[in-house]
């Protein structure tokens, strides 16, 4: 479901006539404010960005609940090759595009190759035609392939929100790909981690270029290490992906080192980032035939504050 704009197209293919077409969409705003609307048509399936105009204003007022109707005209150049392409149309709130975005639905259009005319004996300047044809035919196929292999460079694209990257990635003549989510301690959840080429890298005009997008840091949740001798509570937590922190007497004695642990900051069972410290406070336990294990680092006796 759309969260700010419904974005009906008048039919999902679009037929050409003469290489140009219209497609028209119907856009209903049914967010809860007066906004300035922009409309952008987005090419997808190797359709090329300079095939498609948007017809003016591309930008509106819109109150809501009102509908307006957008049209994007497609112009396709001599010596395209035939097959299935496709675009769509995207608005956005211009005061707050990270947030009120919609992406319409995707409309296909069909290339194809013009029909061969009948032979009626042997017309000559059919090889003429033929000639002619050819010649454009090679020249925009050769122009086609050299906008679509112009080396660009993909744009910094590290801690955008998704939508502003699309539209940096439009800007270069790239097209955005896949969202895919992955963890990630350094960047905010719902932000761009990097851009698959990264950032940097010169691609063919017209590449795809998709998107990893941090889903925050990994969490683990806290080992029950309770009633456990120290050495152990330490291994555990530490084989668990977190760091031992400080460990506390909280101002008791014990004859030898028979510490256990009597609980954790923080809590058992607290879902806390990777590589996050955890400390212990020590009771002193029984020796019950255990082996004394000696302790190598230091156990703070009598904090100044022990309920951390």
Known sequence: MPNYYEITPTDDRLTLTGGKGEASFGVRYV??????????????????????????????AMQPGQTQTFRVHVTIPPGTL??????????????????????????????????????????????????????????????????????????????????????????????????????????????????????GVRVSAGSQVDLIVSSGPQLIRIPDVENQRIAAARQAIREAGLEVGMAFAQGRTCLGPFWDVERTHPATGTPVPIGSEVDLYLKCGRPGGITPIPLRDPIIINPANPQR
């Open 31 to 60: 967010g809860g404010r007066s906004v300035e609307a922009r409309a952008r048509a987005v090419p997808l399936e190797g359709t090329l960005p300079t095939w498609l105009r948007l017809e003016s204003p591309d930008q509106r």
């Open 82 to 199: 035939p097959g299935r392409y496709g675009m769509r149309l995207d608005l956005m709130s211009v005061d707050n595009t990270d947030e009120e975005y919609d992406q319409g639905p995707m409309i296909t259009f069909e290339v194809t190759e013009p029909a061969p005319a009948a032979a009626a004996g042997f017309p000559w300047w059919v090889i003429i035609v033929l000639a002619l044809v050819l010649t454009v035919g090679v020249g925009g196929l050769t122009w086609w392939m050299n906008s679509r292999d112009k080396p660009v460079e993909v744009p910094p694209l590290k801690d955008l929100m998704p939508a502003q990257a699309i539209l940096d990635l439009e800007a270069a003549g790239l097209r955005a790909g896949a969202q895919t989510p992955e963890h990630d301690g350094e960047i905010t959840a719902g932000r761009v981690i990097r851009g698959e080429p990264e950032s």
